[in-house]
């Protein structure tokens, strides 16, 4: 799932409900530059086996809620910027 929305500059909001994260090891810039979104909810994501998510939200720069209540993280991971 790396770079997967990365450019969506227009991009005003996403439903990711239904995404199936359990497999998933990359989200690295996921994304980024989505400077057009204000909310996000990825309250679902399983990200037990992420090992890269650096920048996941950069340049997210109206994001102005983001729901991660569920995200357990994990030592020795590269999360990077991707929290910030």
């Known amino acids: 799932m790396d770079n997967m929305l ?4 227009s991009l005003l909001s996403l439903d ?4 199936n994260t359990s497999q998933v090891t990359k989200m690295a810039e996921m ?3 989505c400077s057009s979104l204000t909310s996000l909810d990825l309250s679902n994501f399983n990200i037990s ?4 998510a650096y920048h996941m939200f950069g ?4 994001l102005e809620y983001l729901n991660i209540e569920n995200f357990i993280f994990f ?3 590269e999360y990077g910027d991707g929290f910030i």
């Open 16 to 19: 990711l409900s239904y995404f």
């Open 75 to 77: 030592q020795g991971r």
């Open 6 to 9: 990365n450019n969506c500059y």
């Open 31 to 33: 994304f980024y530059n």
């Open 49 to 52: 086996k992420i090992n890269s």
């Open 59 to 62: 340049n997210c720069n109206n």
